[in-house]
Each structure stands twice: as C-alpha cells, then as structure tokens.
C-alpha cells in the first residue's frame, strides 16, 4: 500500500542485480510506456474526480500496454522484471476497497494480461498508520494518497485478506508469495527480502546483506 516501501525496495534489488551482473527492468504501474504514463497522470490526478469503474478500466487499460510492450519483450530477452505494483494492487484497491467485486475485476484483469502471472508477490506489509506516516512530509500527495483513513485501512485489509488465499511459499507459478513485514528500518526490511528470493533463486538473487 501507500508508504510500504515499494519503490526504495526495488531500487535496492535492482542495485543488487546490477552488482551481480544480471540484465534487468525495473518498471512501475501504472505506467512504463508512453500511453501508460500518460493514464497514470489521469489516474493520480488530484485535481480529477473518476468513478470506481473508470478507475479500474483505465488502470487496466494501462496494465495491457505494459504487458505486451514492456514485460513480454523484456521476458524474451531473458531480463529480470521487478514491478512496482502489479495485479494483486488492483484486486486491493479496485476490487475490495472499492467495491467492484473480486471477481468481476480477476475476470477483466484477466484480459488485460493476457494471462500473464508473476513468478512471485513481494507483499510488504505495514499498517495504515505507518503507511500514511511515510508519505506525511511529501509535499505533493496523488490522488490516491489523499484518500481517507478508512480508505487505507480498507486496502490494508485486503492485502492481508488476499494474502491468506495464497500459500505463504516461493514457487515459480502464480501462487507464490512472499509475505515481508515492513514496519522495521529499511536494511532490515531488505535483508528478509533478498533471503527470500535468495531461497528460491539462489542464482539469481546473493546471499542476504549482513
């Protein structure tokens, strides 16, 4: 959720993946491509006022061009794709805390990806509290993040209610998970994260730090 820490954690595991010497992307939703970008500006907008349901249409509509111009082709070229968000954001934020319905948004997700499942989730959970704390001093907040408590507290829940659907292990298919406790420092945080993944991919992913 908002504050969990995504984006400093990617940048770590790219930076670890550069030291190692193994091609990678590091890309975000939505967003990524030129048509992505811009119905990210839409979306986050806070200035704009849009339905549930065009929320969900136009992050879909963001998520099919990333997957066939971004993720495919990197995956072909035998990159690495570490993704600030991806499908399981949508089933929070969309399907649970706006009401739209679990299965109604799988279904068109479903489409927009063609298919297309992570290898693994990296759930960083933290409260609503803690993730609203973070991005406190930011002196611009999206549209997203201007959302009330009861809002956060509702995708809090939901990550954590679509966390118990999925076994808590590493598995090269779509029902891997790994689920990291994110309310400690940021080192700490990094080093549950790399003895994961190091776990599964041991190839691929060092060694925790420390």
């Known amino acids: 959720m908002e504050g969990a820490g995504k984006s400093t954690h990617l940048e770590l595991l790219g930076r670890h993946l550069e030291e190692r010497g193994l091609p990678h992307r590091i890309v975000r939703e939505p967003g990524g491509t030129e048509a992505g ?27 099919a061009e990333f997957v066939d111009r971004l993720v495919r082709p990197a995956l072909r070229r035998g990159e690495v794709v570490l993704a600030d968000r991806y499908e399981m954001s949508t089933f929070a934020y969309q399907g649970v805390a706006r009401g739209i319905g679990l299965d109604r948004v799988r279904e068109l997700n479903e489409f927009a990806t063609g298919g297309l499942k992570p290898d693994a989730l990296v759930l960083l959970d933290v409260s609503a509290e803690t993730g609203r704390r973070r991005k406190a001093g930011d002196a611009e907040r999206d549209r997203m993040e201007r959302e009330d408590e009861d809002f ?12 118990e659907e999925i076994p808590e292990r590493l598995a090269s298919s779509s029902d891997g998970l790994i689920r990291v406790p994110a309310e400690d420092g940021r080192d700490e945080v990094h080093r549950r994260i790399r003895a994961a993944l190091h776990r599964r991919w041991p190839e691929t992913f060092g060694p925790p730090a420390g």
């Open 37 to 63: 970008e811009r119905i990210r500006r839409v979306v986050l907008d806070a200035a704009l006022e849009v339905t549930p349901r065009t929320e969900l249409l136009l992050m879909l509509a963001a998520r």
């Open 152 to 163: 956060h507290r509702a995708v809090a829940g939901a990550y954590r209610r679509l966390a």
